[in-house]
């Protein structure tokens, strides 16, 4: 293979003006959401095709990229915390050590002052100039100082082209980027810009070059998916034409494209029969329409087939006056009956959402607003969060009233309060036969099992048994089945069926249905 002189370059040939023969390693530590890991894996890949490798340990690198968070303050200090940690392994080189850059929401909301903080740092980049990289990157290496890279893409257009690692099976696909909504308490919106949104038809193209390399499950990604398509012209009359949103007619209008447009353009796509699953993430109740929630319906009777039984919603608060002041624009009530509409659609679906605790005012009475919203909706799985204020957000004006201590213990209560719910939840699943995506071998490769009873027939407990290899994957429901197997098959990427024998707090445990390897089917 013969490599430009400019390939040659970047690859570290003649890095630090010195002829070193070996390729740049580069090791990339990931904070934050969904978002951020998709967008650390571009980094990656691009990387990759400038023959970069990457790395395990920050130790053995030549650039070190870290992918920061700034969604709470606590976030931001483990950016700023991994970085001190690299830049001992930079001074303790003597000259020759790693290049350090610093990149994704951090990067992007504090631009040139990370060069305060840290001055050791090498580069700087945000959330819209990740295709950037090699050329920051060649930058550095010809001996620039603090480069930065960090301007938002002011044009209204959003074009790419997603890139994974290759061989997986699942892949993130980002369908818009940015937020309009401007929650009170969030910085999003100032770390991802403005919305905007592909073109469906892109959206297909691309996901088609996905499928073809073998990927068979999709997570289209966006702040706030359910308001895609906005100001993009629906120029292949697609349906629904239009959105009824019961609360507020907010996101995309009659003549542009939509969310669920694009979910049945990607089910009824003929080059994409090998897709079995598409997931999303996030959304936020304001747009959810009517149109939206009949896509859970089944397939037969006019619903998305290839849509996992799973819906993320974040609600963020039990209590009216609290979401109020978040800024949420959408009331409890419309939230509870999105969410029975849904159930009667999709009886089984799994259903996820986030919560604050300790936002400015809150009350104890608010907060058990949100235990009793929890109790209602049943929900398999929470994120909560106690409130962070945030630099430049319309909350971090407001007095911060809830004391850490008050906030802790809420937290700590709300968590408690959803565990007994999942683990009933997830209990009710024992003797199910269920559908997994394989993802991978679990990380800790042994399965639980009750221990000994005593005379009163109560267990002593659970116990870690096995010696068979031990595989991790997902339900069309959201749910993580670990299940172990002689197998000595690859099972990555396979859709198996395993009868579940055990819920684990919030996990199952199955035993394979041995040779029952379903190709081709999604339920
Ligand atoms: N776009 C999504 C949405 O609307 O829910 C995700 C936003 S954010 C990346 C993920 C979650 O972080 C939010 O749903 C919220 O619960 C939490 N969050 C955002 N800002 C926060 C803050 N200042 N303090 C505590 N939690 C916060
Ligand atoms: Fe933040 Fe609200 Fe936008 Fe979600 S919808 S990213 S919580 S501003
Ligand atoms: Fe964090 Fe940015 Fe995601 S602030 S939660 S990484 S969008």
């Not at 702040?223 to 012209?233: D, L, M, P, T």
């Not at 006019?302 to 039984?309: I, R, T």
């Given at each position: 293979m013969t490599l430009s002189i400019d390939c040659l370059w970047i690859a570290g040939v003649f890095s630090d003006n010195k002829l070193s023969m070996h390729p740049q390693k580069y090791f990339i530590k990931t904070f934050g959401c969904q978002m951020n890991e998709a967008d650390s894996e571009r980094m990656s890949v691009i990387l990759a095709e400038q023959s970069m490798t990457p790395v395990a340990e920050p130790e053995d690198a030549d650039i070190i990229i870290i992918n920061g968070c700034s969604v709470r303050e606590k976030a931001v200090h483990k950016a700023v915390s991994a970085l001190g940690k690299y830049n001992v392994i930079k001074k303790k080189s003597e000259g020759n050590g790693p290049i350090i850059g610093v990149g994704g929401c951090v990067g992007q909301l504090d631009r040139e002052n990370l060069f305060k903080r840290a001055p050791y740092l090498d580069f700087v980049f945000g959330t819209d100039t990740i295709d950037n990289l090699p050329e920051i990157i060649h930058r550095v290496r010809s001996g620039e100082r603090k480069v930065i890279y960090a301007e938002f893409d002011k044009s209204m257009d959003y074009s790419t082209e997603t890139k994974v690692d290759p061989g997986k099976s699942q892949a993130f696909v980002n369908i818009m980027k940015g937020c309009d909504k401007y929650c009170t308490y969030c910085i999003v919106p100032f770390t991802r810009g403005r919305e905007k949104s592909r073109k469906i038809d892109e959206v297909l193209e691309d996901i088609v070059k996905l499928v073809s390399r073998g990927v068979k499950e999709i997570t289209l990604l966006g702040?706030?998916?359910?308001?895609?398509?906005?100001?993009?012209?629906n120029t292949a009359k697609r349906l629904p034409l239009e959105l009824n949103n019961p609360i507020g007619k907010v996101g995309p209008k009659e003549g542009e494209e939509n969310f669920a447009q694009l979910l049945r353009a990607i089910d009824s796509d003929v080059r994409l029969a090998n897709l079995k699953r598409i997931r999303f993430t996030s959304s936020h109740p304001l747009d959810f329409s009517d149109e939206l929630i009949d896509c859970y319906a089944e397939a037969n009777k006019?619903?998305?087939?290839?849509?996992?039984?799973h819906l993320h919603l974040p609600v963020q608060s039990g209590s009216n006056a609290v979401l109020q002041k978040m800024g949420r624009h959408h009331q409890i009530e419309s939230y509870i009956d999105q969410m029975s509409r849904l159930r009667s659609l999709c009886p089984d679906i799994g259903l996820s959402t986030d919560m604050i605790v300790g936002f400015p005012t809150e009350t104890e009475d608010d907060f058990q607003e949100s235990l009793k919203l929890l109790d209602l909706l049943q929900f398999d799985n929470v994120y909560a969060f106690a409130y962070s204020p945030r630099p430049g957000t319309r909350a971090s004006k407001l007095k911060d009233d809830v004391s850490l201590k008050e906030k802790t213990e809420r937290l700590n209560r709300l968590l408690d309060h959803q565990l007994a719910i999942a683990q009933k939840r997830y209990a009710a699943r024992v003797g199910d036969k269920m559908e997994i995506l394989v993802e991978g071998?679990?990380?800790?490769q042994y399965m639980l099992d009750k221990g000994d009873r005593d005379a009163k027939g109560l267990s002593s407990g659970l116990i870690k048994t096995t010696t068979k290899r031990v595989w991790t994957g997902r339900t069309t429901c959201n749910r993580i089945v670990n299940f172990a197997t002689?197998?000595?098959?690859?099972?990555?990427?396979q859709f198996v069926t395993a009868e579940i024998t055990l819920a684990t707090g919030l996990a199952l445990q199955g035993e394979w249905l041995a040779d029952r390897v379903i190709e081709g089917q999604n339920q």
């Open positions: 702040q706030n998916v359910n308001s895609f398509g906005k100001g993009n012209e006019g619903g998305v087939a290839k849509l996992a039984k071998l679990a990380k800790n002689e197998s000595p098959r690859n099972l990555m990427g």
